[in-house]
């Protein structure tokens, strides 16, 4: 498998060097899987600095009146369904699970980590935590299949701190289960099986972004990332979040935690994640998680989605966290 980039060289007058002539230098990369390109661009300032914003303060700003802490999260949440979970609500260890009232599928919910849990720094979020919200995840896209038969896309999602699109600080996640799929969802159900496996092997052999395996999962930094610092796992035998249990779904959680660990490192609070579900059973699919970070909470603050990712659908990424850079950093953590 060709793994395609270009390299696309300009011209300017420079300020800083009395306006002589200066190249510019782009690379353009297309994912191999569903053929989105990505821009890897040098930039003379530093576009995603660490994070250096009181998040804990932030944390005790929001505390009061937040819908999803112990005070109100019974009240002002909506319930299940009872031809779906007759109790209302999923409790798997510390996460409660409930509806969402903003119905982004057909069957919406959010999972909170921990209701006790208002302020969730990456570096505190541990296998138990991810675990159990994951587990309420997969009993809530179970029961909805089983609910309506017709809704077999399943996704579960994260919108971690607001620059990530959250519109409440207290950490959770959301999942759905809905009868067609995102537009991701259908390019990479699209994609055929040996793709699959011949994605993985090039980036095997080549050794630059594959990160190792926790077991049966693999882990790879993306070649052409939707996103700062972008990594991807692949779940061979699971096309759904439905057929995720025991030691898969412990296997994933680690894996989640060893990459959120290394954001951390990196000096970043917020990240998207989504874990792509096709129709359960699809034969030769394997499950995808795709996760990244967001900007930093700043003065003045720059979200990191522009008219490139927004409307184009290209990511522009600074040199110091494109993929090559992230590998590195993450060395043998993803190896078991």
Known sequence: MELRSQVLEGELLHP????????????????????????????????FPP??????????????GCPFCPDLVEMVTPQLAPHVWPQGRIRRGRALLFPNLRAYAKHPSVAVYDPELHYLPLARLDAALVGDNLAAQVDFARAALEADSASTWVSINANH??????????????????????????LLAAVPPERFDDYLATERRLGQRHLGGTGTIEWLASFAPLGPAEL?????????????????????????VVALALYAELGFESFNLALYGAPPGTAGYPLNL?????SNLDMPYRS???FLE???????LDLTITPEPVAERAGDRFRR
Do not use: C, K
């Open 290 to 294: 795709r996760m990244l970070v967001r």
């Open 161 to 186: 701190m607001l620059p990530s699109g959250s519109s409440l600080f207290h950490p959770h996640t959301q999942g759905a289960a809905h009868p067609q799929p995102t537009t991701m969802q259908a």
């Open 232 to 256: 991807r796992a692949f779940l061979p035998g699971v096309a759904s979040p439905v057929e995720l249990g025991g030691d898969r779904l412990a296997e994933l959680a680690h894996g989640i």
């Open 310 to 316: 927004r409307l184009h659908w290209e990511a522009a």
């Open 51 to 64: 994070n250096t914003y009181d998040l804990a303060r932030l944390a005790e700003e929001t505390r009061t």
């Open 304 to 306: 990191d989605a522009t």
């Open 16 to 47: 800083d060097t009395g306006f002589a002539s200066a190249r510019t230098r782009l690379e353009q990369r297309w994912d191999p899987l569903t053929g989105h390109a990505s821009r890897l661009v040098s930039s003379p300032d530093e576009l």
